[in-house]
């Protein structure tokens, strides 16, 4: 399994759908009913707009990996590279599109974009980005949350932006909050801007 938030934090329900929805496009709908049951949700379909507890998207997370003996990490990164290949595209493509053209840009634009997310979804316990630039194809992000546990869904996101700006995106993460960081830090290879 994977850390557990200490804190007590909430996640919209467009997580915890957006997790459905690729859980059904994978491996079916009857899949995600037994991954439901496994989690002990009884209601299945949960309302975009309105915080859920982060402990049921963990409990998702876990029993998705016991259904499928897939490890969670795998699952995140791979939920992540969903996430801005499927789910952004078709839910916030303007604000996809107004954060930046290239990758370092966008990164550089994280904060404020989800600043905008916040205006839309009171209450968001919205994660921290920072950039570093090291070179023209190499870059450090930090990344400061409540929760723990969330690194390998950062590496997927990433790696789906990769695929966004059609440019190869390898991500090392360089410190983790795991091994007792402050903050986890990815390093960030990716093609010239
Ligand atoms: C248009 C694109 C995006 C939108 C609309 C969006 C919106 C959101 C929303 C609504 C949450 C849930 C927060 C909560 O319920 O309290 C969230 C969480 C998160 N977002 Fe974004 N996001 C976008 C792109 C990204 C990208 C590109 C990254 C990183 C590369 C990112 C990193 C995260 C992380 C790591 C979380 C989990 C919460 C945490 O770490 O504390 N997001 N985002």
Known sequence: MFDRPAARCALYG????????????RWGADRW???AA???VADIIFQNMSPYDDSLTYSLVGALSEETTIDASTLLRDFGVYWIRVVAPKQYGD?????GR??????SNLDRMHDRVATIFQNLEQP????????DTAL???YRSR????????????????ERFSTKVSVTQIASRGDGAEHDVFLVEHGAA
């Open 38 to 40: 496994r989690a002990g």
């Open 95 to 99: 604000l996809l599109a107004f954060t």
């Open 14 to 25: 467009l997580i915890n759908n957006s997790l459905r929805d690729m859980t059904i496009a």
């Open 128 to 135: 921290s980005f920072s950039v570093e630039i090291l070179s």
């Open 147 to 162: 929760r723990v546990g969330l690194a390998p869904f950062v590496i997927g996101l990433l790696e789906g932006l990769g």
């Open 140 to 142: 450090k992000l930090h």
């Open 102 to 107: 290239t990758l370092p840009v966008f990164l």
């Open 33 to 35: 009913e037994l991954v």
